[in-house]
């Protein structure tokens, strides 16, 4: 069974860090592409920033340089430091493994908030 489990999510004032994590369990971590998305209130789920085997990154414009993904592949995790944190950054932001060739296998975390408020 595929669980991938998110955590580190809260309340933040603005330009403060925090720093999700998302553990997997159930698939060969590293033939998997791993990627954040958010999904604020009213609004479409946006991917935030994407990692893939090899460690080549790519952000969403408007995190570049405040956010940064990473993984482990010994410990079959991927993280997101988010600093610099603006309160349009709030939403609940999800974890995603997708296998990078068989496209059918694709998974999702729970969720987690994260709310930037004074």
């Known amino acids: 069974q595929v669980q991938l489990v998110e955590s580190g999510g809260g309340l933040v004032q603005p330009g403060e860090s925090l720093k999700l994590s998302c553990a997997a369990s159930?698939?060969?971590?590293?033939?998997?592409?791993m990627a954040w998305y958010r999904q604020a209130p009213g609004n479409q789920r946006e991917l935030v920033a994407i990692?893939?085997?090899?460690?080549?990154?790519n952000y969403l414009d408007s995190v570049k340089a405040r956010f940064t993904i990473s993984r482990d592949n010994a410990k079959n995790t991927v993280y997101l430091q988010m600093n610099s944190l603006k309160p349009e950054d709030t939403a609940v932001y999800y974890c995603?493994?997708?296998?990078?060739?068989?496209?059918?296998?694709?998974?999702w975390g729970q969720g987690t908030q994260v709310t930037v408020s004074s």
């Open positions: 159930g698939i060969i971590f590293s033939l998997y592409v």
């Open positions: 990692i893939n085997s090899g460690g080549s990154t």
């Open positions: 995603n493994a997708g296998h990078r060739t068989f496209v059918e296998y694709n998974y």
